[in-house]
């Protein structure tokens, strides 16, 4: 356990910023994706998902539109009306830009028939599941999980419960990122070598490479969303 001054984050000791510099430093990062953008409405037209796959497999090869208008004997203007939607390619030039490519030609329709799932769970409802390190008075419930995306990243979404039963949990470390919120409850949370007293409304968001997990349990019963982001092809 450590000390009472080790408590607050590493970061409450950093140097403060000059009062000339407060409104720089205030000033919030730009996002590099706008969270209320939305997708060309018509991706679900047979034409723009077909030409958002050709150009995608072109700069996956590292090869420019007239390298493979060469390849495939199309020329510059149609293959730029293909990759942008604006006609529609027949068979037999969907068969030279699947050799040229190197794909099989059903992959230019992947994304029109591709499903985007959701999973809607009630209040009070979710998948209690065991997890490493789940003991009496830990209760883990999964609030949804996708199996493939097109993101190709896994999210686990948990509701973490610890109730009076519960044991000092275990330090765990796994591939990703997490984001947790406390709900309800306190919690000294370790990351690393820093420890995070948080209370409801307390967000932390980490990478869990690095060892996590509540250092002290201050006021329960507990709760808190706790949602581990990783590639697919890790394990979470």
Same mark, same amino acid.
């Given at each position: 356990?450590?000390? &009472?001054?080790a408590l607050?984050p &590493?970061a409450?000791n950093?140097p403060?910023?000059?009062k000339?510099k407060?409104?720089e430093?205030?000033r919030p990062a !730009?996002?590099?994706?706008d969270p209320h953008?939305?997708?060309?409405?018509?991706? &679900?037209?047979?034409?723009?998902?077909i030409?958002?796959?050709v150009?995608?497999?072109?700069k996956k090869l590292?090869?420019t539109?007239?390298?493979?208008?060469s390849a495939t004997n199309?020329?510059?203007?149609m293959?730029?009306k293909?990759? =942008?939607?604006i006609?529609?390619p027949?068979?037999t030039?969907l @068969?030279?830009?699947?050799?040229?490519l190197?794909?099989?030609?059903t992959?230019f329709f992947?994304r029109?028939?591709?499903?985007?799932n959701?999973?809607f769970?009630?209040?009070?409802?979710?998948?209690?599941v065991?997890?490493?390190?789940?003991r009496?008075g830990? @209760?883990y419930?999964?609030l949804?999980?996708?199996e493939? =995306?097109?993101?190709?990243?896994m999210?686990?979404?948990?509701l973490?419960?610890?109730?009076?039963?519960?044991?000092?949990?275990?330090?765990?470390?796994?591939?990703?990122?997490e984001?947790l919120?406390?709900?309800?409850?306190?919690?000294?949370?370790?990351?690393? =070598?820093?420890?995070y007293p948080? &209370?409801p409304?307390?967000?932390?968001f980490?990478?869990?490479?690095? !060892?996590?997990?509540?250092e002290?349990l201050? @006021?329960? !019963?507990?709760?808190y969303?706790?949602?581990?982001?990783?590639?697919? =092809?890790s394990?979470?």
């Amino acid at each position: 356990m450590g000390s &009472k001054a080790a408590l607050a984050p &590493k970061a409450a000791n950093a140097p403060k910023a000059s009062k000339g510099k407060a409104t720089e430093r205030s000033r919030p990062a !730009p996002l590099s994706q706008d969270p209320h953008a939305t997708r060309d409405m018509r991706e &679900k037209v047979l034409e723009v998902a077909i030409g958002r796959e050709v150009r995608a497999f072109r700069k996956k090869l590292g090869i420019t539109v007239a390298d493979l208008a060469s390849a495939t004997n199309l020329s510059l203007g149609m293959l730029s009306k293909i990759e =942008n939607g604006i006609t529609s390619p027949s068979l037999t030039t969907l @068969q030279s830009l699947s050799r040229a490519l190197g794909v099989p030609l059903t992959d230019f329709f992947r994304r029109y028939e591709e499903d985007r799932n959701a999973v809607f769970v009630k209040a009070g409802g979710g998948v209690d599941v065991e997890r490493r390190g789940t003991r009496a008075g830990h @209760q883990y419930t999964l609030l949804g999980h996708i199996e493939t =995306n097109s993101a190709g990243v896994m999210v686990e979404p948990y509701l973490i419960t610890l109730t009076a039963d519960s044991d000092v949990f275990p330090t765990f470390q796994h591939d990703g990122m997490e984001f947790l919120y406390m709900l309800e409850g306190e919690v000294v949370y370790r990351h690393g =070598n820093n420890l995070y007293p948080m &209370k409801p409304g307390d967000s932390l968001f980490f990478d869990a490479d690095a !060892p996590h997990g509540p250092e002290e349990l201050t @006021q329960l !019963p507990m709760r808190y969303l706790s949602i581990i982001c990783y590639p697919q =092809n890790s394990a979470g």
